[in-house]
């Protein structure tokens, strides 16, 4: 019996719950699946006056070239829509999870920093996503938590995320697109056999379609019931309370760890309830026997190939990205650096406790090298900036990434942390100058799906 043809009508239960927020966004690559889905919510507002406002959002990873391509026909759609689309432009530097990982983290990134408090982005993930994903997970040894597959919403940022076509299946997608002619672009990694997911969809499941047509649906319910189990173990074993370091790192308090099985549940529904996948079995168990073991001093270490978790001083702390800079820049008052590894750097105007900076200056953000030394302003002593850090308990990790302002071979600040004593710091100001602060936002904790 051929499948119901798809229709706008059919998202009216997830849509409606989600009528009163602030906004609409849609992720929207150009493919198939994110234009039918751009279609559907265009068609569902226009029948249901009073709809939140939708905003299409668009990521250039630069990863094919034809990117710039995608992103030019990703424009033409919406202003053939009359749509508003945010275009944004990203850098992805491989890491130890591979490219797509990498593109992914940035990807989401960007969709997290463009919702506002109570608004909504829509991603096209479909049933044969969700199918793929639990085969995947499950040939890669996944638990509970890992099995229930791709959530149909959860937290994101400020907002929320939802899947609206998650029991739609691809042939009904492709379906609705050849019916109203809708334009879209093909990415050959979908194509391709020699990556996991393009094996097991070219390869491997038109063989288990033969035997089993229904497979869709049974494999969609395992998932389901496999969530229902995650969420019972959740109640019973509720994840642990998120402690922070001093630079903001989320963390899990060791003593919460301390069992050996319940250690592990506990952790991994932390993980995930960051939307962090969940370690594998062997590494996890070493990583957590050690801190068992291990004196109050040692800093056992699991590195994971999407984040990386370590201990420090009776919390075990997710670790920023990998990444660390490399050399001084410069920077002007109110200008804003994006620094991989460190975060947001800006110098920015202040009522009091600032630098009295002038046009001709030429400020350079440094690294620490050893032998460097501050007094905090109202403080009397001049100490290394070493001894500080550690006063400050700020981890290990980022005592290396803390920007350092400086005048020539002047100190004036250290990170948000410290301005130091110097002809430029000011308590107030006189007659007609401007004050300036560093301030600075770290980059804390990737996020994935």
């Known amino acids: 019996m051929p499948e119901p043809r798809l229709e706008h009508t059919e998202l009216d239960r997830e849509l409606l719950a989600q009528a009163d927020a602030c ?98 982005l829509y991603l096209a993930h479909h049933l044969d996503d969700q199918v793929e994903t639990f085969f995947l997970r499950l040939l890669r040894g996944a638990g509970v938590q890992g099995l229930a597959a791709i959530p149909a919403s959860r937290p994101l940022g400020a907002g929320r995320l939802v899947r609206p076509l998650l029991q739609v299946t691809r042939s009904r997608l492709e379906e609705y697109a050849g019916r109203h002619s809708l334009r879209y672009v093909q990415d050959p990694s979908n194509g391709d056999p020699g990556l996991d997911r393009g094996f097991l969809r070219h390869e491997v499941l038109p063989l288990v379609s033969g035997r089993w047509p229904g497979y869709r649906r049974t494999v969609a319910r395992a998932s389901e019931h496999m969530a229902d189990a995650a969420r019972t173990l959740r109640a019973v074993l509720p994840s642990p309370d998120t402690c922070y370091s001093a630079m903001g790192d989320p963390g899990v308090a060791v003593t919460e760890l301390a069992v050996a099985d319940v250690g592990a549940v506990k952790l991994r529904g932390w993980l995930q309830s960051r939307g962090l996948p969940a370690p594998d079995r062997a590494p996890l168990e070493e990583f957590l026997r050690q801190l068992r073991e291990s004196g109050p001093e040692a800093r056992p270490r699991l590195q994971c190939s999407a984040f990386a978790l370590q201990c420090h001083r009776g919390c075990v702390y997710l670790l920023p990205e990998p990444s660390a ?27 009091s406790r600032g630098l009295v900076l002038d046009e001709s200056d030429t400020l350079t953000l440094g690294w620490r090298q050893g032998g ?77 799906d």
């Open 23 to 120: 906004g609409w966004y849609v992720g929207f690559s150009g493919g198939v699946d994110s234009s039918v889905l751009l279609h559907l919510l265009h068609r569902w507002r226009a029948a249901n006056p009073g709809a939140p406002p939708l905003t299409a959002i668009h990521v250039n990873h630069g990863m094919q070239d034809a990117a710039d391509d995608w992103q030019q026909h990703c424009e033409e759609v919406c202003k053939k829509l009359q749509l508003p689309l945010l275009c944004h432009r990203v850098s992805v530097d491989q890491g130890p999870a591979g490219a797509e990982a990498a593109a992914r983290e940035a990807r989401y990134r960007v969709f997290e920093d463009a919702l506002a408090p109570g608004a909504v």
């Open 325 to 351: 800079p490399t050399g001084p820049v410069t920077l002007a008052p109110g200008e804003v650096l994006e620094l991989p590894g460190v975060g947001r750097v800006t110098l920015e105007p202040v009522a």
């Open 372 to 448: 460097e030394r501050c007094q905090p302003a109202g403080s009397v002593r001049r100490r290394s900036l070493k001894q500080l850090l550690q006063e400050a308990d700020v981890p290990p990790w980022w005592r290396d990434r803390v920007p350092l302002l400086f005048l020539g071979d002047q100190l004036l600040a250290v990170g948000d942390l410290w301005l130091c004593h110097s002809d430029r710091y000011r308590q107030r100001p006189a007659g007609g100058e401007t004050l300036w602060c560093l301030r600075w936002e770290r980059n804390i904790g990737p996020a994935f």
